[in-house]
């Protein structure tokens, strides 16, 4: 009976050990940091187009559609008269685009937005700091942010103009 109650001490323990390496492995490798739906959006700082440093405490309680773009991603160059033409439509009800350019230098961007005709934020991440904490991959991405300043939606891909206004009018209808 000894040798029996030995064995059983010795699977319990290997269970416990298994159970417990696998809620380690779990909460430190589950998550790969990247902001998803209902999370927050992350904080971040960056130049604006217009000289000035910008971060989302600026657009507290607002609608927000911040796209990750770049002028050598032919979908980002796409879906720029889209996001333009959306921003026209909503910038009046608060609505807020943020563009984030992902490491280009400001002349190449400045040339884009003044032949595009782009008059929505762009601001500039040039180091990609922003574009990795909010864990880019695949360009264009666009996070719609709701008043609450979480994440309602994350697309990636190029947006067309009618799944930008139904997406942007679900966040609006919603708050």
């Known amino acids: 009976m000894g040798k029996?109650?030995?064995?059983?001490?010795?699977?319990?323990l290997i269970f416990i050990v298994i159970l417990g390496a696998y809620a380690i492995g779990s909460s430190v490798f589950g998550s790969d940091g990247k902001p998803g739906v209902g999370d927050r959006v992350p904080e971040f700082e960056l130049l604006g187009m217009d000289g000035k440093v910008h971060n989302l405490a600026e657009y507290k309680d607002k609608v927000m559609v911040i796209n990750f773009w770049g002028t050598w991603c032919e979908p980002c160059v796409d879906e720029m008269p889209a996001l333009?033409?959306?921003w026209e439509k909503w910038?009046?009800?608060g609505v807020v685009f943020i563009g984030v350019n992902v490491g280009e230098d400001r002349m190449t961007v400045n040339q884009f937005v003044s032949q595009v005709g782009v008059d929505f934020p762009i601001m500039y991440d040039e180091g990609r700091k922003v574009t990795g904490l909010f864990g880019i991959a695949p360009m264009p991405s666009t996070f719609?942010?709701?008043r609450d300043g979480k994440i309602s939606e994350k697309f990636e891909g190029q947006l067309n103009l009618d799944t930008l206004e139904y997406k942007i009018k679900q966040l609006v209808n919603s708050n």
């Open 84 to 86: 333009q033409k959306q």
């Open 91 to 93: 910038k009046e009800q």
């Open 4 to 12: 029996s109650k030995r064995t059983v001490q010795v699977v319990i």
């Open 144 to 146: 719609f942010v709701s």
